[in-house]
């Protein structure tokens, strides 16, 4: 089993950057792929970017490609979502979730694969 806490959502500026993580407990971290969703105000959650079991491979949805970026760090048992060039329209809560997927399946974009979920980390950004 995996518990899964993010932090790092804040207010901030257009144009600002910043990190999210995405903290792990748990002896098969390394066994899930990482998925980041995030969720605005009555909206539906929608996939940000997620990493494969091994940390070597990232995929992002085309609102955030070439801003946002996702690593990981399997002893520390964290995944980071950098974002850069923050807009308005990337305010939500942020969450983090865990799935593990077949052998040639590296992630899914499907919030309804992933077995376990973090709590969520707000992040404001104003105009």
């Known amino acids: 089993q995996v518990q899964l806490v993010e932090s790092g959502g804040r207010l901030v500026q257009a144009g600002d950057s910043m990190r999210l993580s995405c903290a792990a407990s748990g002896r098969t971290f390394s066994m899930y792929a990482i998925g980041w969703f995030r969720q605005g105000s009555g909206k539906e959650r929608k996939f940000v970017g997620a990493?494969?079991?091994?940390?070597?491979?990232?995929y992002y949805s085309d609102s955030v490609k070439g801003r946002f970026t996702i690593s990981g760090d399997n002893a520390a048992k964290t995944v980071y979502l950098q974002m850069n060039s923050l807009k308005p329209e990337d305010t939500a809560v942020y969450y983090c979730?865990?799935?593990?997927?077949?052998?040639?399946?590296?992630?899914?974009?499907?919030?309804?694969?992933?077995?376990?979920w973090g709590q969520g980390t707000q992040v404001t950004v104003s105009s």
């Open positions: 979730a865990a799935g593990s997927f077949p052998s040639g399946t590296p992630y899914s974009a499907y919030g309804g694969a992933y077995d376990y």
């Open positions: 990493i494969s079991s091994n940390r070597s491979s990232t």
